[in-house]
């Protein structure tokens, strides 16, 4: 069993950042691959990034690559999403989720999921 819990959204202007946080409970945290998912207002549940159990992976949409940076932590069971140069199209409430399989993750397959952490992006 793993519970997420996100942190550090918040509103920014365009051309910002913000590094999201989010902590795993769960002694097997290292064993599982995490990613960063978003969901804007009325549009679908869009990937953002994911990284490997390792670390040694990571895969980023077309939409934040670049800008974005995934990492973890596993000595203190978190994973980040540094969020540069942001834009008014990244406003969402964003969410990180946990699978035990690194290509589930990347087809947006998951066991475990946050309630996520809204990121507001001014123009």
């Known amino acids: 069993q793993v519970q997420l819990v996100e942190s550090g959204g918040g509103l920014v202007q365009a051309g910002g950042s913000l590094r999201l946080s989010c902590a795993a409970s769960g002694r097997t945290f290292s064993s599982y691959a995490l990613g960063w998912f978003r969901r804007a207002p009325g549009k679908e549940r869009e990937f953002v990034a994911a990284?490997?159990?390792?670390?040694?992976?990571?895969y980023y949409a077309d939409s934040v690559k670049g800008r974005f940076t995934i990492s973890r932590d596993n000595a203190k069971n978190t994973v980040y999403l540094q969020m540069n140069s942001l834009k008014p199209e990244d406003t969402a409430v964003y969410y990180c989720a946990a699978d035990i399989s690194y290509p589930n993750i990347l087809r947006g397959e998951y066991d475990y999921w946050g309630q996520g952490t809204q990121v507001t992006v001014s123009s």
């Open positions: 990284i490997s159990w390792s670390g040694g992976s990571t």
